[in-house]
């Protein structure tokens, strides 16, 4: 089984509030479909989740009572989101099941805390894929928090250990400097103890940490032996090579 991420920023277009692109998605699903592989996934929010989950702060937890309506917009947009996702899969030839995490999943202080998989092993057992998703979660010190869904990458790697987990994104990979720059350089692969003396920079508002997050979520996850692997899903048929094995622009994570 491979995990793989598709990231906000592909599927959606992360600076229009609730803005999917369809085109995109449905060319991914297509490529999931043509590499034969048994995968599960997990999706992000992008505009469906940042714009409002920013503008009231949702992350650090409940303060005033108009969250509560921005939680119930982020919730019902992510599964919205969710449902293209799934209809992409289908007609795409995919058998897709949708696992809610706020339905089985609990955070404690912004982490995930009730992590029992074994409903996602399941699913993949009879040749079903399972399909997830950041979400606004309860969360048992703050009241509710977001849950990135390359958290909920972290957890099902480690306890399902996938053959590889790609992380899709509209970038390339890690520059080896600021990407506006035009000397910079794509780095093929990077150890963790490289990534301290370098700096990313992003343009858009991400809750959950941005390229920061995903780099340490990949560090923490090779440091488990897992394989990763991040590629740029607006280019077509890199991630039908990255599930094949094939030789793919991208930057790989290795231990340090
Ligand atoms: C964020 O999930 C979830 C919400 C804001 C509800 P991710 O952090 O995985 O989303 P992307 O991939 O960055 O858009």
New binding site residues.
């Given amino acids: 089984m491979i995990l793989i ?1 598709l ?3 592909v599927i ?1 277009d ?1 600076t229009r509030y609730h803005t999917v692109r369809m085109d995109v998605l449905e060319r991914l699903c297509g490529e999931i479909a043509a590499s034969g592989k048994k995968v599960a996934i ?5 505009s469906f ?2 714009i409002i ?1 920013h503008k009231y702060d949702l992350v650090n937890g409940l303060k005033n009572d108009a969250q509560i309506t921005a939680v119930a917009a ?1 919730s019902r947009d ?1 599964r919205e989101l969710n449902l293209m996702v799934l209809n992409s899969l289908i007609d795409a030839g995919i058998a897709p099941i949708s696992i809610p995490p706020s339905a089985c999943f609990r955070l404690k202080g912004g982490r995930l805390d009730i992590s029992d998989v074994e409903i996602v092993r399941r699913y993949l057992d009879i040749g079903i894929s399972p399909v997830l ?4 979660l309860l969360d048992d010190e703050l009241g509710f928090s ?5 958290q909920l990458i972290a957890v099902m790697a480690k306890k399902l250990f996938p053959e590889k987990v790609i992380f899709v994104s509209d970038i390339d990979g890690i520059m080896d400097r600021d990407p506006a720059d035009p000397a910079a350089m794509l780095i093929k692969e990077l150890r963790q103890d490289e990534i301290k003396q370098r700096t990313f920079t992003s343009k858009v508002k ?3 940490g ?1 390229i920061w997050g995903k780099m340490e979520t990949m560090f923490d996850l090779s440091a488990h032996g897992l394989e990763c692997i991040l590629i740029n899903g607006m280019v077509p048929g890199r991630l039908q090579s990255a599930l094949e094995g094939k030789e793919v622009v991208g930057t790989r994570i290795r231990k340090g």
């Fill in positions: 991420k990231g906000g920023s959606t992360k997990v999706h992000g929010a992008g989740g940042h989950a982020v992510m998703f950041g979400d606004v977001i849950c990135s869904g390359d991400d809750v959950t941005g």
